[in-house]
């Protein structure tokens, strides 16, 4: 266990989220009560009270979540009907045993605090006088936003739909991909107030076992009020909570939640979000764009690599700059030196400093851009390039060179497809800067060093985080600095250990004569 | 303590880097002053006669190979006896990584940060060797696995540049040029440095598929050599052997040789710090298994709390050793090699009195059976 590891709970046997069964037999008035008393000064909840077949049935239900002409037609008109039932019995019998209504999945409970939930889940729970269980009809209609285009991870050729927040629909975007019933997805409530729906997706053969065990304990260990995001939970099933790195990946594409579960990872979905998280990761995976599967592997294989030298560039550009121009000018041609130093000349900050407001200003300029509103949002962009760019200069605060070190690190960090990833790289620039500033190139290496190990030391849900490189599996090269050819990516990746490596089989064509 | 934590490839891997790393930043020159052109001659036959050695420990360690050295050395030896050699050890290892510590401390102070004191550099490497000498064996061998091909790419693409700037004439004195007398005092010095490998005896329960240790000694021996041949070659093509033995770094300088391009005058800092990293690799071994040794002598569970004590005592041990550069030479080229036969022969003494042990043993045991 390393220094940013969390530190080792007492494991819990009993599910934080249960909650106490409430029975309160088959008599109508002291269960409606409880409705009433439950759902008090919450007048969006409708108590509906009629007579079927001499019988004295309660309707209770969320108005706004439920779909009452839907109701009215497939389930009220039959009940009241006189032709429905001849008998309380009977009545009983054909609705409570039988089902017999026209809507599927109707439940049948007698827990009455189960029945609270469900009211507030959008299911109409109808119960009768004289028989303590509980119709729970699910009609529920909820406003929700349609599938649109991916806003974050774009891609040129490839799919362009991008999750929603309505868990059904991304689980129904996961099944259309992956038509295979290894395909499973466990449901679990967290949340004491928000009771929010979090799915565990895997395939069942693909997926170590242990795997998904740990998350669902982990996941199962959360007592907290509300989820309302998928990082509620990712924060709290880290490893490593400390570590600036992120542990998990998210992702707003079904394609690549439908790749990762192929690959015999675990996807968690959590309802109202429209990013859910894959795990385990590793740090390559951040640097992987759907994009990449999509082009030919030449294409590909060029775009990452750029990736990578970016990546470099995004850490270390400013820190290099500092080093060189304050430790060791030698390192560059004279020419080049001399136009650097004479543009620093008027300049009354150290290397160190100018790089630091630069840099800063950019973060705020960054941060100002996606918080903006887009009427104004133009006017970021004007003052940045006039303000931090020209003028800045013009007036001699700030060199020239910096200013174009400092926009080509910003541009490095966009690069990164991973927005917590580049984000990560984007903080850790700035412990480097200052070692660089005090020791020069060396102060860079121990910067990386003191990186380097720390990732080293990750993992994600057991997997190192530097794998395939640290601990080596040479196979799993593949798709780490290049993306190979499907036709040589024949075996699954190595470090989820499923049982079933073997991916691709490509039978010998039979029309091989055709080579000219 | 949890064990099997390192594989077979990173064993081999870590213990290239191990070689390469301050033989050929540290010793380059002295070990071209001793045999001149001969240093290529002396680097195999000290490889041959570690691999001897090698065989030895690696014999030692698989009697008892889920057992720790410390632990298992008071069935060999005297209790008494056992934890003093041991508490030599720790002490050993720890005065190792703090001379490791301050030739680099020195070397990087006079060479980039002449304004830095030395304690400036000494505490923050000693900071990073702390933390990684805390976060255990596992990642400092995974840190070097990973490190491995970074340093390969630049000590190649150093060789390639500097290709055309070599002397090649000079071949023909690898032939012709030959000291007896060189090959013999070279060697007396170069079989301790590598002959450190002896550093398995400690880390044995830690490594996987034991079988293969010594594959991959023999193989990180014969890769090991075949860089540091390559590059001390460059060096005798490019200075010959006097200049390199009236230069304190003589990599530094064949390295400042490079031009490409006339864009990149200087590439020396760039690759220093990359060979950097494997000094930095060297010296948290050192540390690591001096923390570990003291951890095992007083039966902690975890040698976790020792670290950063024990990295500040590494680091005042090393501002503190010597007055400077050439008392640190000094030591190095007129004592250091004897020491390390002492400190590297006490495996050699532990495995014969095994074999003594059980050999009377047997007979023993033998006789009983008889009678």
């Known amino acids: 266990m390393g220094i940013f590891s969390k530190p080792k709970k007492q494991q819990d046997s009993k599910s934080a989220n249960t909650q106490e069964q409430v029975f309160l037999g088959e008599n109508f008035d002291v ?43 497939q389930v009220l008109k039959y009940i009241v009907s006189p032709n429905f039932a001849s008998s309380r019995k009977e009545l009983f019998h054909k609705l409570l045993d039988l089902k017999s209504i026209s809507t599927m999945c109707a439940s049948i409970l007698t827990d009455i605090r189960e029945a609270t939930d469900l009211v507030l889940d959008g299911k109409i729970i109808i119960f009768f006088e004289g028989d303590s269980r509980m119709l729970a009809i699910p009609l529920t209609s909820v406003e929700k936003r349609a599938v649109g285009e991916t806003a974050n991870e774009n891609v040129i050729r490839g799919p362009r739909e991008a999750f929603v927040e309505d868990i059904h629909t991304n689980i129904t975007m996961i099944r259309r991909k992956i038509k295979s019933p290894d395909l499973k997805m466990e449901q679990l409530q967290i949340g004491k107030y928000t009771k929010t729906k979090v799915m565990i997706g895997y395939i069942e053969g693909l997926c170590k076992e242990e795997l998904i065990t740990e998350v669902k304990q982990r996941i199962n260990q959360i007592d907290i009020d509300g989820v309302l995001g998928s990082s ?62 999509y082009q030919r592997y030449f294409l590909s294989s060029f775009i990452r690599l750029l990736r990578y030298a970016y990546l470099v560039v995004s850490l270390l550009f400013p820190s290099f700059y500092i080093a060189i121009t304050t430790f060791h000018p030698e390192m560059i041609p004279t020419t080049l030196l001399i136009s650097v130093a004479a543009s620093r000349d008027n300049v009354p900050f150290p290397g160190l400093v100018e790089a630091f407001i630069m840099e800063i200003a950019f973060e705020g300029l960054r941060e100002a ?34 200013v174009i070190i400092v926009s080509l690190t910003g541009i490095a960090s966009f690069i990164i497809p991973a927005y917590d990833f580049a984000f990560t790289i984007r903080l850790l620039r700035f412990p480097i800067m200052i070692l660089a500033g005090s020791f020069g190139i060396f102060g860079l290496m121990i910067g990386c060093i003191l990186i380097y190990i720390h990732v080293v030391n990750l993992h994600s849900f057991g997997v190192p985080y530097l794998s395939p490189t640290a601990p080596l599996r040479p196979n799993d090269l593949k798709d780490v600095f290049i993306r190979a050819p499907w036709w040589l990516m024949k075996r699954r990746p190595s470090f989820v250990g499923s049982s079933d490596s073997n991916r691709l089989t490509i039978k010998k064509s039979i029309s091989e004569g055709d080579e000219d | 303590m949890k064990t099997a934590q390192i594989s077979q490839n990173q064993l081999l891997l870590f213990l290239i880097l191990y070689f390469y790393s301050t033989l050929i930043g540290f010793a380059a020159g002295h070990l071209i002053h001793l045999s001149q052109y001969d240093s290529v001659i002396v680097l195999w036959i000290s490889g041959l006669v570690v691999w001897v050695y090698a065989y030895f420990t690696i014999k030692l360690a698989n009697r008892r190979p889920n057992e720790f050295f410390v632990h298992y050395g008071k069935e060999i030896f005297p209790y008494w006896i056992h934890i003093l050699v041991m508490g030599f050890y720790s002490l050993s290892f720890l005065h190792s990584s703090a ?18 004191p030395n304690w400036a550099v000494g505490g923050i490497l000693g900071m990073v060797v702390a933390i990684t000498a805390r976060l255990g064996i596992k990642t400092l061998f995974r840190t070097a696995q990973g490190l491995f091909f970074l340093i390969l790419i630049a000590d190649l693409s150093n060789s390639i540049f500097i290709g055309k700037e070599l002397k090649w004439d000079r071949w023909m004195a ?88 006339d864009f990149i005058e200087n590439l020396d800092p760039f690759l220093i710090s990359i060979w950097s990293t494997t000094v930095y690799l060297k010296i948290s071994i050192m540390f690591y298994l001096s923390v570990l040794i003291l951890a095992q002598i007083f039966r902690l569970k975890d040698h976790r709390p020792l670290t950063f004590s024990l990295a500040a005592a590494m680091v005042a041990l090393s501002l503190q050793m010597s007055g400077g550069t050439a008392a640190l030479t000094s030591y190095y080229t007129k004592s250091w090699a004897t020491y390390a036969y002492f400190v590297e022969g006490i495996p050699i003494v532990y495995l014969l009195m095994d074999t003594l042990k059980r050999f009377i043993k047997k007979r023993s045991a033998k006789k009983e059976e008889i009678s």
């Open chain 1, 232 to 293: 509620y939970l990712e924060e709290c099933i880290d490893n490593f909570p400390l570590s600036p790195f992120p542990q998990s990946q998210k992702t707003e594409r079904p394609d690549v939640a439908a790749a990762s579960l192929l690959e015999g990872r675990v996807v968690i979905f959590v309802d109202g979000t429209p990013i859910p998280l894959l795990l385990p990761v590793t740090m390559y995976m951040f640097l992987q764009s759907a994009e990449d599967y």
């Open chain 2, 99 to 116: 001379f490791v510590l301050r030739e680099y401390e020195d070397f990087i102070v006079q060479t980039y940060l002449s304004e830095t």
């Open chain 1, 369 to 402: 851009g996606i918080r903006t509103p887009k009427a104004i949002g133009q006017a970021i962009g004007i003052l940045g390039a006039l303000v931090i760019g020209q003028s800045a200069v013009q007036a001699g605060i700030v060199s020239a060179p910096m």
């Open chain 2, 174 to 261: 690898f032939i012709t040029n030959h000291s007896g007398h060189g090959i013999f005092t070279g060697s007396y010095t170069v079989i301790p440095f590598l002959g450190e490998i002896f550093i398995l005896v400690f880390i044995f329960p830690y490594l996987t598929q034991k079988s293969k240790t010594l594959k991959s000694v023999s193989w990180a021996i014969v890769l090991g050599i075949l860089l540091i041949t390559v590059n001390l070659v460059f060096l005798l093509l490019l200075f010959g052997p006097n200049l390199t033995n009236h230069l304190t770094y003589p990599m530094l300088e064949m390295v400042r040789y490079i031009r490409i391009a």
């Open chain 1, 31 to 73: 269960r409606m009560k409880w409705f009433k008393d439950t759902f008090q000064k919450s007048d969006d909840i409708t108590f509906h009270e009629l007579t079927a077949n001499q019988t004295r049935c309660g309707i209770v239900f969320l108005q706004c979540m439920v779909d009452q002409q839907l109701f009215d037609d």
